[in-house]
């Protein structure tokens, strides 16, 4: 059996730091809000996203919790971990379990809660997504540390530089500025993200995503409404750097819009507005890259010459993106369907002029563990 997987409801709560709400606020506030988006009133099953909050918020059952504060009843739960992929990675068993036929309606909530440790303690246990039994963990490579080497080596072998990181921020930024929910809305300037105080050679503080407390929710149904989920991937790569048989290259992230384009019977050249997971500027341009909307190594061109804007060809993070919008880890996959609804709806931050049909998801796990992607389609 396969059922078709429709979007009824979005919810999402302003990302950012909040120190007066718990990790159980931020996924009470953004279920709620799409529950009542979609105007439902029977949720067969909740699917959760998450990856830190066991250690930074001493907080599991994620998913009984939500359940009984919403009084859905004695409904399946299940939280779902893919480190950076959590949401996308819950979002997709969402719609696995309509297309089996096992539920009708389903809530998939993601959130985290973050800003309330120290940035030692965040980076210890992001840390954790990475193969801890190897000399890599020894050395003390993070992830700043990996996607910066991956950038030096990008820059060796295009003839890019930290100017062109540096548009992929402030382009982030300039959408951030007009999204409500977004984490950083202050206008900058690329003299002033050129000279930011260095992460790890070339990435400076603003290529870097921040460390964010938020949270997001998704109703999906097997009844039809106006948003139809047309495809749903996912793959794995390499968990290590030198396990990488191209240090340019997101396996994970090409193979899983490979499948999704197959899924979807359509191609990169059919899709209108992405989301991409841009933990890192470097990370933008590998992988639009690797979704086919770039030639390997030009990505780097294409930001240069204004194709991801807002008014390019192909729009990317139109949002703001990881990288000003924020990071709350478990929440991020679904935040990125948030905004791709309402871009499909006509109601968006930055809106594109011409309303857009085909939009494109992808969310990374690790340094290229997990990638998911999800193709909406406006019908």
């Not at 991409?276 to 030009?298: A, V």
């Amino acid at each position: 059996m396969t059922a078709p997987v429709y979007i009824h409801g979005i919810g999402m709560t302003k990302f950012g730091s909040f120190e007066d709400k718990t990790l159980k606020d931020l996924l009470i506030e953004a279920s709620k809000e799409a529950i009542k988006d979609a105007g439902v009133s029977k949720i067969d099953a909740v699917f959760v996203g998450n990856f830190m909050g066991g250690s930074l918020a001493n907080q599991e059952i994620l998913g009984a919790i939500v359940a009984n504060d919403l009084g859905l009843g004695y409904i399946p739960t299940a939280k779902l971990e893919g480190a950076c992929a959590s949401g996308g990675i819950a979002l997709r068993q969402g719609v696995l379990s309509i297309m089996s036929g096992e539920y009708e309606t389903v809530l998939i909530v993601g959130a985290e809660k973050m800003k309330h440790a120290s940035t030692s303690t965040v980076t210890q246990v992001i840390n954790t997504a990475m193969d801890q039994s190897t000399n890599e963990k020894e050395a003390g490579l993070t992830f700043p540390g990996y996607f910066g080497t991956v950038a030096n080596r990008y820059f060796y072998e295009t003839g890019a530089s930290k100017e062109h990181l540096a548009k992929v921020a402030l382009k982030n930024r300039e959408n951030a500025m007009n999204n409500p929910y977004a984490q950083f809305q202050k206008p900058t300037t690329i003299d002033e993200i050129l000279n930011a105080r260095m992460v790890t050679d070339p990435l400076g503080l603003f290529d870097c995503s921040p460390i964010t407390d938020g949270g997001a929710a998704v109703v999906l149904s097997s009844k039809p409404s106006n948003i139809k989920v047309r495809a749903s991937a996912q793959a794995s790569g390499p968990t290590l750097m030198q396990d990488a048989d191209d240090l340019l290259s997101l396996p994970a992230v090409r193979v899983s819009g490979e499948k999704a384009y197959e899924k979807a019977g359509l191609g990169p050249e059919d899709i209108d507005v992405v989301e991409i997971h841009d933990c890192f500027s470097m990370t933008e341009i590998l992988s639009s890259e690797e979704l086919g909307f770039f030639p390997k190594l030009q990505g780097w061109q294409g930001v240069n010459e204004g194709k991801t804007r807002v008014d390019g060809e192909i729009p990317i993070n139109t949002s703001g993106g990881l990288l000003s919008k924020g990071h709350p880890i478990g929440a991020t996959g679904i935040a990125q369907i948030y905004q791709l609804v309402r871009q499909l709806r006509g109601n968006a931050p930055n809106q594109l002029t011409k309303q857009p049909k085909i939009a494109l998801a992808q969310n990374l796990g690790g340094t290229g563990a997990y990638s998911v992607v999800h193709i909406l389609e406006r019908v």
